[in-house]
């Protein structure tokens, strides 16, 4: 299960007031890295876990998460947030792509800032990505979000292409996208990927895409209220997926790749903490080669320490990206393909 990167949660964390407690939910590594990350800014850490009938099956029979002050164990929300207060959580982080739904839950209940619960699965979700982009106008990948095989390879028929990406609905999954050349190469792949996006996410849907370009690369962001409230992101780090294309490997975004980087946040309804986000570029010779979203995964670090409008230390050199607009209501509901 992919973890909040540590040093996102502390640069988040550090211009915070005084350190509390802080609630890791569905930490299903055995703990990972946020105990250590939160005790060095001297916060206490709690981790919430699913009870073993709400996990995915890759985690049912995982061992109890380690180096954390408390243990809440989750089966119902009233009583988990009821736990959480008594223990004086005044943070919430998500432990990996598992634990955003709740996250975002249990810090709603809490009162901390932090995105609409009702729209999580924009956070995480592939196919809710994609949908909710191209609802707004701002480009995307064609592709479709299913759980049928039969339904995908109908898609692909409909919809030709050089080539296709498969992968798990879920973002961050530790299962690997498939790229395929025709629907035989969907079929041959689908069993495996299937059952391996059930067992490890809970769900069975994987998003059939068309083929990214080949300039691929990976942002991670951190989004926090500017002097006025509304969500500012800033980019914290830019790295190419593979060392090709023009753009020298530590070297900023391009201004079209730092608003596109802004307009998906928002449509994400991210109003704080980090994201990671791939994004690809056509290659030479397309119609269109602007930037596109593979995926996105904004787990949440919500907190009163969010408030605060300085940005974090270690930002990019050069690569401010910000968006003071506020982010249109979302529904995760509504924008499944």
């Known amino acids: 299960m992919t973890s909040v990167p540590p040093s996102a949660v502390t640069a988040v964390l550090r211009a915070g007031p005084a350190a509390g407690a802080a609630a890791v939910v569905a930490p299903y590594d055995g703990g990972g890295p946020h105990p250590r990350a939160f005790a060095r800014h001297g916060w206490r850490t709690v981790a919430v876990l699913p009870e073993r009938r709400l996990r995915p099956p890759a985690y049912r029979n995982a061992a109890p998460p380690v180096g954390y002050g408390d243990t809440v164990v989750h089966g119902g929300l009233r009583q988990t947030v009821k736990a959480l207060r008594a223990l004086g959580v005044t943070a919430v982080v998500a432990g990996g792509t598992g634990g955003i739904e709740l996250a975002e839950r249990i810090a709603w209940q809490l009162g901390l800032p932090g995105a609409d619960p009702v729209s999580s699965a924009l956070r995480y979700d592939r196919g809710a990505q994609a949908a909710r982009l191209a609802r707004l106008g701002i480009p995307a990948l064609r592709g479709i979000r299913t759980a049928r095989l039969a339904d995908a390879v109908a898609w692909a028929r409909s919809s030709p292409a050089t080539g296709y990406l498969l992968a798990p609905a879920a973002a ?100 704080c903490g980090p994201a990671s986000l791939r994004l690809a570029y056509g290659d030479d010779g397309a119609a269109d080669r602007g930037p596109r979203l593979i995926c996105a995964l904004a787990a949440p670090v919500m907190a009163h320490a969010d408030e605060a409008p300085h940005p974090p230390t270690g930002r990019h050199r050069a690569a401010g990206v910000r968006a003071r607009r506020p982010p249109p209501s979302v529904s995760a509901v509504q924008d499944h393909p």
């Open 172 to 271: 961050g999954t530790p299962v690997d996208a498939v790229e395929c050349a025709d629907e035989h190469r969907i079929g041959a792949a689908w069993p495996e990927l299937w059952h391996a996006a059930a067992r490890h996410s809970g769900s069975p849907h994987l998003v059939l895409s068309e083929l990214p370009g080949r300039r691929r690369y990976t942002l991670h962001t951190v989004t926090r209220p500017g002097p006025d409230g509304r969500p500012e992101h800033v980019v914290t780090g830019l790295r190419p997926d593979a060392p090709t294309g023009p753009r020298p490997p530590d070297g900023p975004p391009d201004p079209a790749l730092a608003r596109y980087t802004a307009r998906v946040l928002d449509a994400l309804g991210v109003v």
